[in-house]
């Protein structure tokens, strides 16, 4: 795993010709050569990269940053105008709505068209059929032409192919949010099960958490060109950092003045934004005593506090502070918010205001971290005037045998015929 690429990516560029009146391109083909009629654009421009045998790269980027450009050149359903690109291995892919299949071929058809593409001789065509037909679940939509599907349709049996190809590369674009959620988690454990049994995976989403949650590096595009490459979540955090259009300034230490960090240094927070970067003063978990401490164990009590000032902003009309407390993949496992409570604030005039959120500590033994938000809810949009991730790090021991993500008191009982026990744990 992990030794020689199965892609390698050198200045890779695509540019379009844009033409402002359509005549202009009746032009072009007349005087080629002898004058230019359109305006360059480059919706890709010098990426370079690689993608090693068994990993998942997750590409992650706004609307326009030349994602499904990057993929169509890869898969060859698009000319490059420079650059190279190296491919060792069978690549299949599920691009965006239009790729792949002849409309006017029913879905069997088109199964078998798709599957020799991909270079399936027939005997093995047919010995995956029964499997691709049963995993896309369209019923007898199979023998109807592909025009008469619905696009969810269309994106079960587009991935159901993809994946019984025994691929080495397999390419994900935006497609899978068309399917419903029960289709979609049934992709992602497909996609999950594909990665262990070592296939590489090239994945586009605008989903940060599901680029987390199935990636090892993450790509980020930006207007046509890789902005960052590396371990996901510094690279998902510049991303998400950009989307709010803020440059990531030096952060203030918000680790208070009476913490007394235990066993590991307080970390700079991993990425902070917001309107207002500077109103929270200090954030960060303490235990029943009042210490701030970087180890909890089984169900110890943990205090999250927020302290805060409000006096820059022209309204506290839906202010709301949350924390988070997140793996170090960077999910979030467990939020509070005064919001949910509908508690609101009185304006401080420049006095500093906390919010003491309690909760037992039930994560299982592993490493965590802080995030401290505050926040404007009055519209649909929340509008985040800071929002610290990483404000302070910190581990969780379980003494005995947790496994999974929590471990939270389960009450247990045992019956057969004649006894009956009952037990709290742990
Ligand atoms: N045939 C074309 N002619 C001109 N411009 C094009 C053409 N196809 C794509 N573009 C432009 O190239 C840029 C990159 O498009 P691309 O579809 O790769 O972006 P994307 O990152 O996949 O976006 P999204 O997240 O919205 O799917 C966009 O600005 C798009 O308008």
């Known amino acids: 795993m992990y030794s020689d690429p199965v892609i390698s990516v050198e200045n890779l560029s695509k540019c379009y010709e844009v033409y402002n009146k359509p005549h202009q391109r009746l032009l072009q083909m007349l005087f080629r050569g002898k004058r230019k009629y359109f305006n360059e654009f480059w919706a890709l421009k010098n990426a370079s990269f690689k993608v090693r045998a068994g990993e998942t790269v997750g590409i992650i980027g706004s609307n326009g940053s030349g994602k499904s450009t990057l993929l169509q050149m890869l898969c060859g359903t698009l000319n490059p105008s420079g650059g190279e690109i190296h491919v060792r291995g069978r690549i299949a892919a599920l691009l965006e709505l239009g790729a792949g299949f002849n409309p006017e071929f029913t879905g069997k058809e088109n199964v078998y068209l798709n599957a020799a593409i991909l270079g399936l001789t027939l005997a093995e065509i047919e010995a995956a059929y029964a499997d691709i037909e049963a995993f896309a679940e369209i019923g007898e939509f199979i023998d109807q032409p592909v025009k008469t599907y619905s696009s969810g349709m269309y994106?079960?049996?587009?991935?159901?192919v993809a994946v019984h190809t025994k691929p080495s590369i397999l390419v994900v674009d935006e497609a899978l949010s068309v399917g419903d959620a029960r289709f979609q988690a049934k992709c992602l454990d497909r996609i999950k099960q594909m990665k262990e049994s070592?296939?590489?995976?090239?994945?586009?989403?605008?989903?940060?958490?599901?680029?987390?949650?199935?990636?090892?590096?993450?790509?980020?595009?930006?207007?046509?060109?890789?902005?960052?490459?590396?371990e996901v979540f510094p690279v998902t955090a510049q991303y998400t950092e950009h989307l709010f259009d803020r440059k990531p300034e030096k952060a203030p230490d918000i680790s208070s003045p009476e913490a007394k960090p235990q066993k590991r240094e307080v970390l700079q927070p991993i990425n902070q934004w917001g309107s207002h970067i500077g109103i929270i003063q200090s954030a960060g978990v303490y235990d029943a005593e009042g210490v701030q401490k970087n180890l909890y164990t089984d169900h110890e009590k943990m205090i999250i506090k927020i302290k805060f000032k409000t006096q820059s902003l022209?309204?506290?009309?839906?202010?709301?502070?949350?924390?988070?407390?997140?793996?170090?993949?960077g999910s979030d496992l467990i939020v509070g918010s005064t919001w949910n409570q509908k508690l609101s604030f009185t304006a401080d005039n420049g006095n500093t205001q906390e919010v003491c959120f309690e909760v037992d500590n039930y994560l299982c033994s592993g490493d965590y971290l802080l995030v401290?938000?505050?926040?404007?809810?009055s519209s649909a949009a929340i509008h985040y005037y800071e929002y610290v991730e990483g404000a302070q790090y910190f581990s969780s021991s379980f003494i005995g045998n947790a496994s999974g993500q929590f471990m939270p008191r389960i009450s247990m009982v045992i019956s057969n015929d004649s006894v009956r026990t009952g037990t709290l744990t742990p």
Request: net charge positive; charged share 20%; aromatic share 8%.
């Open 314 to 329: 022209n309204t506290i009309e839906g202010l709301s502070v949350s924390f988070s407390f997140k793996n170090l993949a």
């Open 155 to 160: 994106v079960r049996l587009a991935f159901s």
């Open 198 to 230: 070592g296939v590489s995976i090239l994945f586009v989403s605008h989903d940060v958490a599901a680029v987390r949650t199935l990636c090892d590096r993450a790509l980020w595009l930006d207007k046509g060109t890789v902005r960052a490459i590396g």
């Open 372 to 377: 401290a938000a505050i926040e404007n809810r």
